[in-house]
T-cell receptor, first 112, second 113 residues
Framework: DAKTTQPPSMDCAEGRAANLPCNHS???????VYWYRQIHSQGPQYIIH???NNETNEMASLIITEDRKSSTLILPHATLRDTAVYYCIVSPSNTNAGKSTFGDGTTLTVKP | DTAVSQTPKYLVTQMGNDKSIKCEQNLGHDTMYWYKQDSKKFLKIMFSYNNKELIINETVPNRFSPKSPDKAHLNLHINSLELGDSAVYFC????????????FGSGTRLTVV
């Protein structure tokens, strides 16, 4: 199953776009990329997922490179409430496994 | 309405005690999970149930026993609690096995003293 690599921390100015990268160079053709975030003392929250096309929802956009070896989560106008740990995970290729591994994630700090 | 609810939110207990954490989801999902988040903030899966059947047991000590009376409930019972069991335990659910769009509960902070 593919592993992911994310920078440990990033800062972003309030109102600016936050671009969070994730490397998943060993991803298989049928594995999805999922993004979650965890605000302090809360449960992780699903943000978005994709296979190979770019995706957008009310929370964020997901850009996946053509070779699918990396992706970027974009928060278009970051607010102070977006300060959280952001996790990029890849769904296991064996869909019967039913498990996923959350790595260390990226701690995003949005500053006024 | 809370989608995935866990009780209690906080649990402080002495070593050697037995305790349970309850989880309920009202989303109609088939699959439920228990995750453990330790002091280093690493989220690790413990168990997964699909329609009341155990499908994942990630080498968790057998002091931990999950029970799923129906697909909307997944409880976690822990025997002979140890200091190292102190962590935040999260329950989650998803529509089906292979769907990684999880909905997590707000967590249960277990402190063993």
């Amino acid at each position: 199953d593919a592993k992911t690599t994310q920078p440990p921390s990033m800062d972003c100015a309030e109102g600016r776009a936050a671009n969070l990268p994730c490397n998943h160079s060993t991803i298989s053709g049928n594995e999805y990329v999922y993004w979650y975030r965890q605000i302090h003392s809360q449960g992780p929250q699903y943000i978005i997922h994709g296979l190979k096309n770019n995706e957008t929802n009310e929370m964020a956009s997901l850009i996946i490179t053509e070779d699918r070896k990396s992706s970027t989560l974009i928060l278009p106008h970051a607010t102070l409430r977006d300060t959280a740990v952001y996790y990029c995970i890849v769904s296991p290729s064996n869909t019967n496994a039913g498990k996923s591994t959350f790595g260390d994630g990226t701690t995003l700090t949005v500053k006024p | 309405d809370t989608a995935v609810s866990q009780t209690p939110k906080y649990l402080v207990t002495q070593m050697g005690n037995d305790k349970s954490i309850k989880c309920e989801q009202n989303l109609g999902h088939d699959t439920m999970y228990w995750y453990k988040q330790d002091s280093k903030k690493f989220l690790k899966i413990m168990f997964s149930y699909n329609n009341k059947e155990l499908i994942i047991n990630e080498t968790v000590p057998n002091r931990f026993s999950p029970k799923s009376p129906d697909k909307a409930h997944l409880n976690l019972h822990i025997n002979s609690l140890e200091l190292g069991d102190s962590a935040v335990y999260f329950c989650a659910s998803s529509q089906a096995v292979g769907d990684y769009g999880y909905t997590f509960g707000s967590g249960t902070r277990l402190t063993v003293v």
